[in-house]
């Protein structure tokens, strides 16, 4: 059972920037952040592979960066130029086995940290 504590959420003005981190138990083959706002469905945001390959969903694009420092068994979502819109409950996750930004495809869940965005 793969455990996971995220970390670094915050209330910030529009524009602004946070780091979130979410630290695993154990390596594991991907890694994802999804998001939940008040009245709509998770959605995923970024993931990262073991090798470095990453997926972003297109709206943070440009915006978001995620990372993973395999030694600390840590993921990074670097979020730049936040905008109201990214306001939410932000989760990690690890996968059954396959990586994509669909949640279906992920069985292990932290607790979430909260990002607020005001304009």
């Known amino acids: 059972q793969v455990k996971l504590v995220e970390s670094g959420g915050a209330s910030v003005q529009a524009g602004g920037s946070l780091r979130l981190s979410c630290v695993a138990s154990?390596?594991?083959?991907?890694l994802g952040w999804f998001r939940q706002a008040p009245g709509k469905e998770r959605e995923g945001v970024a993931a990262a592979y073991s090798d470095d390959n990453t997926l972003y969903k297109d709206s943070v694009k440009g915006r978001f960066t995620v990372s993973r420092d395999k030694a600390k068994n840590t993921l990074y979502l670097h979020m730049n130029n936040l905008k109201p819109e990214d306001t939410a409950l932000y989760y990690c996750a690890a996968p059954i086995s396959y990586c994509s930004l669909e949640s279906e495809h992920y069985n292990h869940w932290g607790q979430g940290t909260q990002v607020t965005v005001s304009s």
């Open positions: 154990e390596r594991t083959l991907c």
